[in-house]
């Protein structure tokens, strides 16, 4: 079976940290953004099988890196 990929789109370190730890740990390739403008060059990049964005990010918010994947 092949390893699925999740793409996190979150801001803070601790919470970077710990997304990484546990879904590493469930056996899912993590690929971390901290930005909107990253985390959908990296989606669009990546094609991931799942997408966990923090609301709230430096610039802008979950709805516009959504309308823009």
């Not at 403008?37 to 799942?50: E, N, R, V, Y």
């Amino acid at each position: 079976m092949t390893q699925k990929t999740i793409l996190v789109i979150e801001d803070e370190t601790t919470w970077q940290k710990l997304y990484k730890r546990v879904l590493s740990e469930a056996g899912f390739q993590v690929h971390i953004a901290a930005a909107c403008i990253d985390g959908i060059k990296l989606a669009k990049s990546l094609k991931p099988d799942c997408i966990v964005s923090d609301f709230h990010l430096p610039d802008g918010d979950a709805v516009s890196v959504c309308s823009a994947i």
